[in-house]
């Protein structure tokens, strides 16, 4: 949860320290209504002393009446209700390591479920107890239900928290669970189904007074119809598609003539995607922000705002920085937004912690409802408390507004590349301190029966109360973990606070610089970039703005300079001659850089840009006296340096003093695949990962010598026809067998990694004699997998 919405939380926190364990007996509770979710239990005549193995929650019935939480003393029961023993976690990453340790704070057990692949995963090994449901396809793992609810039967637990994505937003998940008498930590089936469809959820919003993009959410879908209301709209219009998210099945269309194509486009990508083919027809907003409401409701009729967030700077519709408040918002904007919000989730009944979700139009300073999020967003902790039937602790004129946040998604992928998601395992990994693991507590303000609604949500941010800076890192991956193929990229999420936009941005941008990554390419450098882009240091953000700003984000890669390639020279010829620090003065400690003849030691070391067209640039290093060298660097600019002082400080930290600046440097080497065959190729060279003291990366790489070279044209040569994976992947289809003719050019294995689809074609004409993979099967990177004998 961002900081700034985080008072309701952190009050529910400290009311956990009363939890109690206690007998379970099946007190006057009846699970078979249609409410399904330990929310709505009628009270029976008799009390049944007997024990059960699935542990029912006794909750009061919902007040018909949904209202801002303004009189929470007067709800029915003043009794608070104990939290569950033991919950289900049915997810991994970093969220479900984000409920662990909450639920362990509040001295709840939890139980983590795992598909093969995510064995050692660090949410399995922070659970209290963990149970494999499969292999590493989510359809045969976590979007099973049957074998996450056989799992809550072993293991005693009473609850589900689905997490984000998966099961979470799944009605007849919720259902399958309340039939079994398990509570599912999330909102009603009615709610979700409601909210899940786009068409049907703009209406409900109409209804309730939330305005709404103008447009056409009917079911007839005929093309001609769905063209002549966007001709009525007036142009441009987009095409989304009624079910799903992510950007599937959504097309902008400028003009007339573009409808037709686009539409079909649209729905074919709907249909693939979410199995429905159907379609809404909306205004397009040409500079639009994203905004969006936290909102938590109870189920004795209690709803509240915790404000809003801007979320949008995206890419491929998807949100990678989000902060809180708003910029920019006036006190009467932001009260009408809650409000809303507040009516939205009234107007489904929802209970829990949800997401409503609305286009800004900057032009016009009109918002419009866009969805409810029927599930624990990304951005927030738990909610547990409501779930086991307690009231919301906090009055919507209760909720603070304090300071600023900012979230960055560290995400494994190359900005640099359309964002293409990447895989592979985390060799190295250091991230800043953080100052907090849960978010620290802020005060709530004094109860007031005489603040209207109204004022209640009419706030500006306070800017005055002294903050101090915090970071919280959530993240569910350590180094030496994988970043498998076959589930969402996220790493982590860096989370700062602090008093106002501008000390919380200088967070944001410190806390980036000390995070490093080696293994898999990430967006941390280009969250540097946004961080310090002017525009955005002014709060001019749209949904646009990496497109619209794209050349400051993405600076053409300037060529290292000779300081930088003297330091990495040095990293690798001290490396192998490390100075030794020791108090003793002999021979074996002062002279590892000499020869006993009396040599000087010197060497030429060829360092070039993580490029295969680049030119490498020789570097040679001379040993003056222990830790001290006289450096040249052959570059197209030539320029020597003298009096070098530089020792490694640990394996990956090298210490410099150059032309009188002294530095510490972070450089880490990565080694190729060892079945990769040595070649002018980048992958097949050892590479160096060299982070400045500011976080600026660098990559660079070492050639491999002559003699290698000639060894690795051998190996490349006498297997022409071999197909190797590029990455790690999963084979998705394998389309030859031995003794196969194909021909240049021909389709012979596709693979998947991280949602994408990537086709090995046959590089010659001959015939197939070796298959190296099969359907379904895991390949790292470098594997032969197809070979071919090649015509002669």
């Known amino acids: 949860m961002i900081p700034t919405n985080r ?28 409410t399904k979710y330990a929310r709505t239990f009628q009270t029976k005549a008799s009390v049944i002393g007997a024990m059960v193995c699935q542990p029912r929650m006794l909750v009061q019935p919902a007040v018909s009446r949904r209202r801002f939480a303004t009189a929470i003393q007067n709800t029915l029961s003043s009794e608070r209700k104990p939290h569950f023993d033991k919950i289900l976690i049915a997810n991994r990453g970093e969220i479900a390591c984000r409920v662990i340790r909450t ?16 064995a050692n995963s660090l949410h399995v090994l922070e659970a209290d107890e963990a149970y494999c449901i499969g292999p590493a396809p989510s359809a045969e793992s976590y979007l099973r239900m049957d074998k ?18 998966f099961l979470s937003e799944n009605a007849k998940f919720a259902e399958r669970l309340a039939g079994e008498g398990i509570v599912f930590i999330g909102p009603p089936s009615g709610a979700i189904v409601s909210m899940g469809s786009k068409s049907e959820s703009k209406n409900i919003m109409s209804a309730a007074g939330v305005p709404c993009v103008p447009g056409y959410h009917g079911v007839n879908q005929d093309a001609d ?23 599937k099945g959504m097309r902008v269309v400028l003009s007339a003539s573009q409808f037709k194509d686009s539409l079909a486009s649209a729905q074919r990508e709907s249909l693939k995607s979410f199995g429905d083919a159907d379609v809404l027809v909306e205004k397009y907003i040409e500079r639009p922000r994203h905004i969006e409401v936290q909102v938590f409701a109870d189920t004795l009729g209690n709803a509240v705002s915790l404000w809003e967030r801007d979320c949008s700077v995206q890419r491929r519709n998807q949100k990678i920085i989000e902060e809180a408040p708003a910029p920019g918002l006036s006190p009467d904007l932001r009260a009408d937004l809650s409000a809303k919000a507040v009516a939205a989730a009234k107007a489904v009944n929802y209970v829990g912690a949800g997401t409503v979700e609305f286009i800004f139009d900057n032009d016009t300073e009109k918002f419009y409802f866009m969805e409810m999020n029927t599930r624990l967003q990304v951005e927030h902790p738990w909610q547990l408390e409501v779930a086991a039937g307690n009231p919301l602790p906090l009055s919507q004129a209760q909720i603070p507004l304090v300071g600023h946040a900012f979230e960055a998604r560290i995400y494994a992928e190359n900005p ?18 953080p100052t907090h693991i849960f978010a620290p507590p802020i005060p709530s303000l004094p109860h007031n029966e005489l603040c209207s609604e109204l004022d209640s949500v009419k706030r500006s941010p306070d800017t005055s109360t002294h903050v101090a800076p915090s970071m919280r890192l959530e993240q569910g991956f350590t180094q030496g973990a994988q970043i498998g193929v076959f589930y969402d990229p996220m790493i982590a999420k860096l989370v700062v606070h602090g008093r106002d936009r501008s000390s919380a941005l200088r967070a944001l941008c410190r806390a980036l610089e000390e995070y490093k990554v080696v293994g898999v390419s990430t967006n941390v450098e280009f969250l540097r970039m946004l961080a310090g882009n002017g525009a955005f240091i002014n709060g001019e953000v749209e949904t646009g703005f990496i497109k619209k700003h794209y050349e400051d984000l993405f600076p053409a890669v300037e060529s290292p300079s000779p300081e ?84 490694l400080v640990s394996p990956t930290r090298l210490s410099t003093t150059l032309n009188g600046s002294s530095t510490e440097m972070t450089i880490v080497s990565q080694r190729p695949p060892p079945s990769h065959p040595a070649s002018r190729a980048t992958n097949t060279m050892e590479r160096l990962h060299v982070f400045s003291a500011s976080g600026t990366k660098t990559m660079l790489a070492i050639p491999p010598p002559a003699y290698l070279l000639s060894l690795g044209q051998d190996v490349l040569t006498s297997s022409k026809g071999a197909l190797r994976a590029p990455m790690p992947s999963l084979v998705v289809e394998v389309k030859v067998s031995i003794g196969d003719r194909v021909e240049k050019g ?18 010659v004409a001959g015939v197939v004699d070796a298959v190296g993979c099969a359907k379904g099967e895991m390949v790292e990177e470098g594997r032969e997998l197809v070979n071919i004998k090649e015509d002669e």
């Open 7 to 34: 008072a309701a939380a952190s009050s529910l926190l400290r009311s956990s320290t009363h939890v109690h364990s206690i007998p379970r007996p099946l007190l006057a509770t009846d699970v078979s209504s249609s």
């Open 225 to 247: 119809l769905l063209f002549a209301e966007a001709e009525k709209i007036g142009y441009p219009v987009l095409i989304k598609a009624i079910h799903g998210g992510g950007g």
């Open 746 to 763: 021909q389709p012979v294995v596709v693979l998947e990694s991280m949602k994408t689809e990537t086709v090995l074609r046959a590089e």
């Open 103 to 118: 639920a362990k704070k509040l001295g709840i057990k939890t139980v983590a479920v795992y598909s093969e692949v995510d």
């Open 148 to 165: 996450i609810i056989g799992v809550c039967h072993r293991s005693g637990a009473q609850a589900v928290h689905p997490g984000y994505g």
């Open 564 to 647: 930088l390639l003297a330091q990495a020279a040095l990293f690798v010829a001290l490396r192998e001659h490390p100075v030794q620090s020791t108090g003793l003065s002999t021979p074996w400690a002062t002279l590892t850089s000499r020869r006993f003849g009396g040599d000087v030691y010197e060497r030429t070391i060829s360092i070039q840009p993580d490029d295969a067209s680049a030119d490498p640039t020789r570097v040679s290093l001379k040993s003056t006296s222990p830790g001290h060298f006289d450096i040249a660097v052959h570059s197209a600019t030539p320029k020597t340096f003298t009096g070098v002082s530089a020792r």
């Open 416 to 433: 640099r590349n359309d964002f293409l998601p990447d895989s592979g395992p985390l060799l190295y990994l250091d991230t800043p301190k």
